[in-house]
């Protein structure tokens, strides 16, 4: 830990690397860190936080369109899975495995940028 992070956690009571994992909880802590002002000028924070919010909302929109899809194919056809139910699944599961990865990266100190969401947080972070 350098001395710099090491008067940033003094200061503020946590430290950058915990505060980018912390943001990956849940969209919540994203959105705090965003307007706290401690963290909200720290581009580490920043990003991590809005890499968040851009994750979050691009899997709600994939996940909303397939269960739409299950929906509607449950009506035309019931059974037990149908294709559209493996892809949901595996969207959840690439999902939680993008979520820990993000989380694990920036407990470490890295900035892991997901493709076209991460640079798109990195230009709104000011990074």
Same mark, same amino acid.
């Given at each position: ?7 940033? *956690?003094?200061?503020? %009571? ?6 980018? !994992?912390? *943001? @990956?909880?849940?969209?919540?802590? !994203?959105?705090? &860190? ?18 968040c919010i851009f994750f979050? &909302? ?6 909303? &369109? ?14 037990? @899975? ?7 699944? *595996?969207?959840?599961? !690439? ?7 993000? *989380?694990v990266e920036a407990v470490? %100190?890295?900035?892991?940028k997901l493709p076209i969401? %991460?640079?798109? !947080?990195?230009?709104?972070? %000011?990074?």
């Amino acid at each position: 830990m350098t001395d710099q992070n090491l008067a940033t *956690a003094k200061r503020s %009571g946590l430290h950058d690397n915990a505060a980018g !994992a912390i *943001a @990956y909880i849940t969209i919540l802590p !994203a959105i705090v &860190f965003l307007v706290l002002p401690p963290y909200c000028k720290r581009p580490y924070v920043r990003f991590h936080a809005l890499q968040c919010i851009f994750f979050y &909302f691009v899997t709600y929109i994939i996940t909303w &369109f397939l269960n739409i899809r299950t929906m509607i194919s449950e009506l035309i056809a019931p059974s037990r @899975y149908t294709p559209v139910d493996w892809a949901l699944l *595996a969207v959840w599961t !690439a999902w939680m495995l993008i979520w820990v990865w993000c *989380a694990v990266e920036a407990v470490n %100190g890295k900035r892991f940028k997901l493709p076209i969401i %991460g640079p798109l !947080a990195e230009k709104e972070a %000011g990074v």
